[in-house]
């Protein structure tokens, strides 16, 4: 009975070693050039462009763009030494750029330069510059992109405010620019400046809807990055129009966004700092409809502690002084509010807030009569607001 066992286990380990054959039309590793980042520019032509060009190693194409590539680990030593190509010390990553006007024949193109083929599996991060967006839709920017199997919908996709070369360059050692912008995102719950992700996907569907939508900003000196605003982008045309600052889109947050974290600052009587940190917030966007008037309501709440204060009362934790607080910090995030809502209205005149949707869900026959020209409608509706926050402890602190 146990020799009957065993030779049948013998034979089902057999089974399974042919069935577990692994990956057997995989590319390995070594032998294609893994690209994680993505940034698109205005026509910059390199050096090594021109230099080839001048020797009729060219082919028929407008100036339009040009892509970079950010290739992990870098292929060769020697990127340093082409106009084309830039790598770090460290050997981190290597960027490659050329110009031209298809994004899919500027990849190929790459084919002519490297022995290794690009691949976009591992893309994590593309960045288009306000420059080239202004110019052109990102429907048009992006077709390629989306049709592309190679690249996956999760891929992050962000706005520079300068070059999107630059957003893709650093001088710390060992860092992947790429890798660096797309964990960025990770920090919402410290701050909410930080919109939420757009992904490939999620920006498909904004161009699809008609909508105009926001794309997290970028902004470069010295090779260093950070996230700062964010870009515009109208529904009509998905071309950018303009951009938030960091202040407007904290007042964005607290009606748009779920606020996870982040700090609110105002000012006391003798000009000293104090923060509120928001810890649980809900808001809604009421819609009301009276006849052909529309108009739309934002309720905020928000509980939190205050976790700095450089005022020095004499009673902190007193009842009165943390109500005189609440008040303060009220005041404080309706003025953010009124900011960010007079940009959008009255500035740039877009409804980047949502204020769509919910008009959609409660009045599905009003928002069929308004929706073609939405944005210009929302500029002329009045919107009110009312905003309660509780300051519910104070850090570490004692009476």
């Not at 996709?157 to 060992?174: D, I, Y």
């Not at 045309?237 to 904290?250: A, I, M, P, R």
Request: glycine fraction near 8%; hydrophobic fraction near 35%.
């Amino acid at each position: 009975m146990k020799r009957s066992l065993y030779f049948v286990l013998r034979i089902a380990a057999a089974i399974l070693l042919i069935l577990n054959t692994g990956c057997w039309s995989s590319n390995e590793i070594e032998d294609v050039s893994v690209y994680v980042g993505l940034g698109l520019d205005v026509a910059q032509v390199s050096e090594f462009e021109r230099g080839i060009e001048k020797q009729g190693a060219s082919y028929p194409r407008e100036k339009v763009l040009t892509a970079t590539v950010q290739i992990v680990p870098p292929i060769t030593g020697k990127g340093q030494k082409q106009g084309g190509s830039s790598s770090t010390p460290s050997e981190a990553y290597m960027n490659e750029k050329l110009t031209g006007d298809s994004i899919i024949q500027i990849f190929r193109q790459f084919s002519l330069r490297r022995d290794r083929p690009l691949i976009g599996h591992h893309l994590k991060v593309i960045v288009v510059s306000s420059e080239l967006a202004k110019r052109y839709s990102l429907e048009q920017i992006f077709d390629f992109i989306l049709r592309d199997n190679d690249i996956r919908p999760s891929c992050l996709v962000l706005v520079s405010h300068r070059n999107a070369f630059e957003a893709l360059s650093t001088n710390e050692p060992g860092e992947v620019p790429a890798l660096y912008l797309a964990g960025l995102v990770d920090n919402r719950y410290r701050s909410n400046k930080i919109i939420p992700p757009v992904t490939l996907i999620k920006l498909d569907s904004a161009m699809q809807s008609g909508s105009s939508f926001l794309l997290q900003n970028v902004v470069t000196a010295q090779n260093d990055h950070k996230f700062s605003g964010a870009g515009i982008f109208k529904g009509s045309t998905k071309k950018w129009v303009g951009e938030l600052s960091q202040l407007d889109l904290e007042g964005l947050s607290w009606f748009s966004f779920d606020v996870k974290g982040g700090a609110l600052k105002t000012y006391a009587p003798e000009g000293y700092s104090i923060t509120y940190e928001p810890k649980n917030s809900k808001s809604k966007i009421i819609p009301k409809v009276e006849g052909n008037d529309i108009s739309f309501h934002i309720k905020v709440s928000s509980e939190g502690r205050l976790i700095e204060d450089w005022s020095f009362p004499e009673i902190p934790s007193s009842g009165q002084y943390m109500r005189e607080l609440e008040k303060q910090f009220e005041k404080e995030a309706r003025k953010q509010i009124q900011q960010v809502l007079h940009k959008m209205q009255h500035v740039y005149r877009v409804d980047v807030g949502g204020f769509n949707k919910q008009l959609r869900i409660k009045y599905p026959k009003v928002w069929n009569k308004v929706k073609e020209d939405w944005d210009e409608t929302f500029s002329n509706i009045p919107i009110t607001y009312e905003i309660d926050m509780k300051i519910t402890d104070f850090g570490s602190s004692t009476d």
